[in-house]
């Protein structure tokens, strides 16, 4: 019954930019957490960023503060992930998550969130 399906991943120059997109099907979103994490080889699942449901405020990893920014479309039942900047390590499959408890704020830990996109790959390389 629940769907995320998450778009914009790709090559990209150090320096460069891309958006994230994560959209989601037979449900609204406007009131649950939504979280965005990456995973590299050989690394732990990390929390990039989330936006809490409960007021709307925003959270970063003190890794991409500064570059990294999420925002949320209702309209088109989105979340977006905005990073520019992007350095080689930040290449990593990056997933959304979706905390199926409602109207309280968001965590980076992945144990938070309850459903999962299939992820997209963004490679930082020159």
């Known amino acids: 019954q629940l769907q995320l399906v998450e778009s914009g991943g790709g090559l990209v120059q150090p320096g460069g930019s891309l958006r994230l997109s994560c959209t989601a099907s037979r449900f609204k979103l406007d009131y649950n957490s939504i979280g965005w994490f990456r995973q590299a080889p050989g690394k732990e699942r990390e929390g990039v960023s989330c936006?809490?449901?409960?007021?709307?405020?925003?959270y970063y990893a003190d890794s991409v503060k500064g570059r990294f920014s999420i925002s949320r479309d209702s309209a088109k039942n989105t979340v977006y992930l905005q990073m520019n900047s992007l350095k080689v390590e930040d290449t990593a499959v990056y997933y959304c998550a979706v905390d199926r408890n409602l109207f309280r704020r968001c965590f980076l830990a992945h144990h938070e969130y309850d459903y999962w996109g299939q992820g997209t790959q963004v490679t930082v390389s020159s």
């Open positions: 936006i809490s449901s409960s007021d709307g405020s925003t």
